[in-house]
């Protein structure tokens, strides 16, 4: 290369290193926002915002059908506004180190993967805009909103994170094998209000072995022990007080929380149901090796509205199926979860930004997001009853679509960091996965394993109260 266009280049290479350093220094510079608003100030909704998301829930164009009609509703009624969106990120990380992420991004009530919290974005890292403040400025009524869902979107008090969807877990099940059992007759579906009673009396009766009388055909239900939205009602099921805020205390010793959890381990001691995530022991192995979820398990938990359309394809060719709510224990507890979008906190168009992301919580921007294919289970209240989000096509008339909105009274998170601090749950959660994983190991001694949960848990709280 010629020493005039060496110098050329290195010259060239040197601008652009300056250009990329100061186009970050003025991300850097952007001021972060906190969501706090001056007495009578009138919020300003024009311009350009960016939406942000995650690249495994929203994959091609039907999937974002959904979202893009709650954008276009929202250009619509302000058209002074631009919405730019983006749904091929892999990852948030590098985007918010730069302060380059969109003034919208999409977040679920557990944070976006195994090791990060929905605590850590809003308060850790401080990446989310509360909104407290526009939900006044704007009017929102969260009233209609069913309570254990907008319970989802707050952290330490403040609104951190929008919830649009209604998420209880519900379970589909072979109609066909419950009239065979003889439980329900021709028609006849599970009600609504069904109990754990009636539940485990219906996995009972459903289950059926080979000739060798040891060998299970079929059980009553697939259930991941493993999953917080699955095991968390056991935490709840008699009225055990299983959290102290004021005395900053797990109490998994509490006689009815021990209950509750005891319920869970009877599934799998009476083989009631198929530990779906569980590594089990050489004698459960053979008991279960002919049973797998759907095919061999009559009630199949559904953890998202919008996957019950590919599940339910796993049941054999031409079986009749339908849904019902997670069945109610005695102190009844629904788990539920939800999706969302949160304002970041270093957005340039705060008062528009904070405007698109609660239009979520309007009638207006329900409609326009559960209306389409990629929509879910609207989280208001007056629109439980209409049929606009239903499922559509060949197979899905007639289906118990009140099991999605059933029992909402009854909601309760199914994410344990929205009841302590995530560093105790996060102790919790791991102690209680390998409880069940133990058990179906080895059949360990359960209570010896929820007694060192307690003891870690406690130990944590104690560190993070006292220092």
């Given at each position: 290369m010629k020493p005039f266009l060496k110098t050329f280049v290195r010259i060239a290479l040197i601008a652009l290193a300056a250009l990329m350093l100061l186009t970050v220094g003025a991300c850097d510079n952007r001021p972060k926002e906190t969501g706090e608003l001056p007495?009578?100030?009138?919020?300003?909704?024009?311009?350009?915002?960016?939406?942000?998301?995650?690249?495994h829930l929203y994959t091609n164009e039907e999937s974002q059908r959904g979202i893009k009609s709650w954008l276009n509703a929202f250009r619509n009624k302000y058209p002074d506004v631009t919405i730019e969106t983006e749904f091929n990120l892999t990852s948030y990380d590098a985007l918010i180190s730069s302060r380059t992420l969109g003034d919208l991004f999409y977040m679920t009530d557990g944070g976006l993967g195994a090791n990060d919290t929905l605590y850590q974005y809003a308060i850790v890292n401080e990446t989310m805009m509360p909104l407290d403040s526009y939900v006044e400025a704007y009017g929102i009524d969260l009233s209609d909103i069913y309570g254990g869902i907008l319970d989802l979107s707050y952290v330490e008090g403040k609104m951190y994170m929008v919830a649009m969807t209604c998420g209880n877990v519900i379970f589909s099940y072979n109609v066909d094998a419950m009239v065979e059992a003889g439980i329900l007759a021709p028609g006849e579906r599970v009600a609504n209000d069904w109990d754990w009673a009636t539940f485990k009396d219906y996995c009972e009766r459903l289950k059926q072995y080979?000739?060798?009388?040891?060998?299970?055909?079929?059980?009553?239900?697939?259930?991941?022990?493993?999953?917080?939205?699955l095991y968390s009602p056991f935490l709840y099921a008699y009225g055990g007080k299983w959290y102290d805020k004021e005395n900053k205390r797990v109490n998994l010793?509490?006689?009815?929380?021990?209950?509750?959890?005891?319920?869970?381990?009877?599934?799998?001691?009476?083989?009631?149901?198929?530990?779906?995530d569980c590594e089990?022991?050489?004698?459960?192995?053979?008991?279960?090796s002919q049973v797998r979820p759907y095919n061999g398990c009559v009630f199949n938990f559904n953890e998202s509205y919008t996957v019950l359309t590919e599940r339910v394809k796993n049941y054999p060719k031409g079986t009749e199926w339908d849904v019902a709510p997670y069945p109610l224990f005695p102190n009844k507890a629904s788990p539920c979860g939800s999706l969302g979008f949160s304002v970041f906190s270093y957005t340039r168009n705060k008062d528009t930004a904070a405007a698109l992301a609660l239009f979520l919580l309007t009638e207006e921007g329900q409609y326009a997001l559960h209306s389409q294919a990629g929509g879910d289970v609207p989280i208001l209240k007056k629109l439980g009853d209409q049929d606009f989000w239903h499922l559509k096509g060949d197979g899905y008339d007639g289906k118990n679509y009140?099991?999605?909105?059933?029992?909402?009274?009854?909601?309760?998170?199914?994410?344990?960091?929205?009841?302590?601090?995530?560093?105790?749950?996060?102790?919790?959660?791991?102690?209680?996965?390998?409880?069940?994983?133990?058990?179906?190991?080895?059949?360990?001694a359960w209570q010896d394993s929820l007694a060192r949960i307690q003891e870690q848990a406690n130990q944590m709280w104690d560190v993070l109260y006292n220092g």
């Open positions: 007495d009578d100030y009138v919020p300003e909704i024009r311009g350009k915002v960016k939406v942000s998301c995650v690249n080979d000739v060798d009388g040891i060998t299970l055909t079929q059980v009553g239900c697939a259930y991941n022990f493993q999953w917080q939205n010793d509490n006689e009815n929380v021990i209950k509750g959890i005891s319920e869970g381990i009877e599934l799998i001691e009476r083989r009631l149901a198929y530990p779906n089990l022991n050489t004698n459960l192995a053979r008991e279960y009140a099991a999605f909105t059933a029992n909402y009274d009854n909601y309760v998170p199914g994410q344990l960091g929205t009841c302590v601090p995530p560093e105790v749950a996060s102790i919790i959660h791991k102690g209680m996965a390998n409880l069940f994983g133990d058990y179906c190991k080895n059949e360990a």
